[in-house]
């Protein structure tokens, strides 16, 4: 490793070693895996890995998160969380991550109390410069994001995942199926399920980046630019799995693949309507 990445190994430890007791919410993802295993590396049984499981985590990766923090024998707990009976979460507006945050550590909170600990989330530095409501909430409850304090990017993030044996390594991002839906398409455990669906569908084609983005009565594939030919092909195949999961229409973005496309309609930040 380089020499700066070194460093925030370093501090991210020495970090770690401070706080004592941690619970951290872990997805299964390639930031909360990362922080997993740097709290377990530090704390050992002092550290709790906890996974939030509600219809907006697709069964795939509620699977995987299990079986990593089986692997490396971390001290693991599912836990249920019920966003989708908040109102504020359903009605998708551009502040549902605030919502589903906000559920997510008051579920959280009394695990942390009874162990003594801080709550910890795996956003990194550069997270800090994406619309991420969800800051918000972690702010609001002292939650700790120790990967982006002591300046961790995504690329580093990798790099030290690949330098702890951790598979995550290079695994795509995969955020929550709620992110799938457009915002003011309501979110809703039968729509949870049809994107689950659906995305299931394009990965068995053979694809591992690519987003079924929820429009209502549209679905639209976002695959890499350069094997949009690919979806295509197959585009019959496609558009009856789809168009059997309720969609009415189904269509290609030839702009191709791109994380966190539903926020491309939202004003740049600081901008203020007149």
């Known amino acids: 490793m380089n020499p700066v990445l070194t460093r925030k190994e370093h501090e991210l430890d020495a970090l770690l070693s401070d706080l004592g007791n941690a619970v951290i919410a872990f997805s299964g993802g390639v930031d909360s895996a990362l922080l997993a295993a740097a709290a377990h590396d530090i704390l050992g049984d002092r550290a709790l890995a906890v996974t939030a499981v509600s219809p907006s985590l697709a069964a795939r990766e509620r699977h995987a998160a299990a079986e990593l923090a089986a692997s490396f024998g971390w001290n693991h707990l599912e836990i249920d969380t019920a966003e989708l009976e908040r109102p504020e979460y359903v009605r998708n507006e551009p502040d549902r991550c605030y919502w589903c945050k906000t559920e997510l550590f008051e579920v959280l909170e009394p695990v942390a109390r009874q162990r003594g600990a801080f709550m910890l989330v795996g956003t990194n530095a ?144 600081g901008f203020r309507r007149a």
């Open 126 to 269: 550069d997270d800090l410069l994406d619309h991420r409501p969800g800051l918000r909430a972690a702010r609001e409850r002292d939650v700790r994001a120790p990967l982006a304090e002591v300046g961790l990017t995504k690329e580093e993030v990798r790099e030290l995942s690949g330098a702890k044996g951790l598979p995550t390594a290079e695994k795509p991002a995969s955020p929550c199926l709620a992110s799938r839906f457009a915002y003011g398409v309501e979110v809703t455990r039968e729509g949870l399920q049809r994107i689950d669906s659906a995305e299931e569908v394009i990965r068995a084609l053979g694809f591992d980046v690519f987003r079924v983005r929820d429009h209502g009565d549209l679905a639209r594939i976002e695959v890499p630019a350069e094997r949009i030919d690919e979806v295509i092909a197959a585009k019959d195949q496609i558009a009856v799995a789809l168009k059997g999961l309720g969609f009415v229409y189904v269509a290609v973005d030839l702009g191709g693949f791109r994380s966190g496309a539903m926020n491309e309609v939202l004003p740049p930040p």
